[in-house]
């Protein structure tokens, strides 16, 4: 029997002994608030949140500059094509009469001044056409000009 009382005297120990380990627990818990500690089981689920959102950061970084090489590609690729544009049409353009044909202007800076002089002193464009030698339509071109 003494076999028996030993072990129920150990069990009693060991029960002991866990209510002891508990209420220590429950005391350090308590310092660890007091103290603003975590415990690890919260520090292992925010040091795991923060990996994610470290994981969730790295791949929109790498998915924006995906996105930012694609787009500067199109837009040198679109500048391109718009110098190249640019370039054609600057060949295609001829500048208006460049072989200097057709008839010569009589409208010279010294008789549109002369016209516009006459006109301020009350002349009208008859009078002014036949003073100059053109017609009423050119003076009252070069009057307007």
């Given at each position: 029997?003494?076999?028996?009382?030993?072990?129920?005297?150990?069990?009693e120990?060991?029960?002991?002994?866990?209510?002891?380990?508990?209420?220590?627990?429950?005391?350090?818990?308590?310092?660890?608030?007091?103290?603003?500690?975590?415990?690890?089981?919260?520090?292992?689920?925010?040091?795991?949140?923060?990996?994610?959102?470290?994981?969730?950061?790295?791949?929109?970084?790498?998915?924006h500059?995906?996105?930012?090489?694609?787009?500067?590609?199109?837009?040198?690729?679109?500048?391109?094509?718009?110098?190249?544009?640019?370039?054609?049409?600057?060949?295609?353009?001829?500048?208006?009469?460049?072989?200097?044909?057709?008839?010569?202007?009589?409208?010279?800076?010294?008789?549109v001044?002369?016209?516009?002089?006459?006109?301020?002193?009350?002349?009208?464009?008859?009078?002014?056409?036949?003073?100059e030698?053109?017609?009423?339509?050119?003076?009252?071109?070069?009057?307007?000009?």
């Amino acid at each position: 029997m003494s076999t028996k009382a030993q072990l129920e005297k150990e069990i009693e120990r060991l029960t002991k002994e866990k209510e002891y380990y508990r209420k220590e627990s429950l005391r350090l818990d308590g310092i660890l608030t007091e103290k603003n500690v975590i415990s690890m089981d919260d520090y292992g689920k925010m040091v795991s949140e923060r990996d994610y959102w470290q994981g969730e950061a790295t791949r929109m970084i790498a998915s924006h500059e995906k996105t930012m090489k694609r787009e500067r590609q199109r837009y040198d690729a679109l500048m391109n094509e718009f110098r190249e544009l640019e370039e054609r049409v600057e060949k295609d353009v001829r500048k208006h009469n460049e072989r200097g044909a057709g008839r010569k202007t009589m409208l010279t800076p010294e008789k549109v001044k002369e016209i516009k002089r006459q006109r301020l002193e009350g002349a009208t464009f008859a009078e002014i056409a036949e003073s100059e030698k053109v017609s009423v339509g050119f003076a009252h071109k070069a009057f307007h000009s």
